[in-house]
């Protein structure tokens, strides 16, 4: 079974804290990562991909990948109450499907 | 991204009834796939649907229970049959953009069984 671990919190920062949500994944095929954000109530957002090992970055996002280790990361910088939501990290893997981690509750106090 | 849209967004229903979920893309899409999503959990995945042939399903879901088809590039149905109450859920529909690998996701269907 190819897996995708991730904490399930709640992962609690101030505002204009960074935060910091961590993934590993089992499946060494896995060529393609994804970070995805579902507020309550709400179809996931996809908010970040990454293929290649180091960082990427996209405003307020980072994410980070190690291939090596089997670890994926997603920093958000200066958060804010709005980013409080569920974060799904995902690995694409074999059989054409994708495998998605339980999710990280963050929630950003004012 | 492709804009998906599902219909109906909500609906409640009876006991061994029968609803039937729709999902338009409004691009071809070639991979396109349903999701269940239990309160409170993390997505399931129940098929991956083929156009012009027969949806593949995950372990623990079959076709007597979630019918789906698939008749062209930008459309897709699922049915949930014979619902219990177990059946109540958020049903997602997704699709895979070929060039990035990256993968969209509907609304949703939230669905409740009395």
């Known amino acids: 079974q190819k897996e995708v671990e991730q904490n399930s919190g709640p992962l609690s920062v101030p505002e204009g804290a960074i935060a910091s949500l961590n993934c590993t994944y089992s499946d060494r095929g896995s060529q393609s990562f994804f970070w995805y954000r579902q507020y309550s109530g709400k179809s996931p957002e996809l908010i970040m991909s990454?293929?290649?090992?180091g960082d990427k970055e996209d405003g307020r996002f980072t994410a980070q990948l190690n291939k090596a280790s089997q670890y994926v990361s997603l920093l958000i910088r200066d958060s804010q109450p709005s980013d409080s939501a569920t974060y799904l990290c995902a690995a694409w893997g074999g059989f054409q499907k994708l495998v998605f981690g339980t999710g990280t509750r963050l929630l950003v106090s004012p | 991204s492709a804009v998906i849209s599902q219909k109906p967004s909500r609906d409640i229903c009876q006991r061994g009834t029968s609803l039937t979920i729709q999902c338009q893309v409004d691009s071809q899409v070639t991979m396109m796939f349903w999701y269940r999503q239990q309160p409170g959990q993390s997505l399931t995945l129940i098929a991956t649907?083929?156009?012009?042939?027969?949806?593949?399903?995950e372990s623990g879901f079959v076709i007597d229970k979630f019918p789906i088809s698939r008749p062209n590039l930008t459309f897709s149905t699922l049915t949930v049959s014979n619902m219990s109450p177990e059946d109540s859920s958020i049903y997602l529909c997704?699709?895979?953009?070929?060039?990035?690998?990256?993968?969209?996701f509907g609304p949703g269907t939230r669905l409740t069984v009395l």
């Open positions: 997704s699709v895979v953009n070929r060039v990035a690998s990256e993968q969209f």
């Open positions: 990454i293929y290649s090992n």
């Open positions: 649907a083929n156009q012009g042939s027969e949806a593949t399903y």
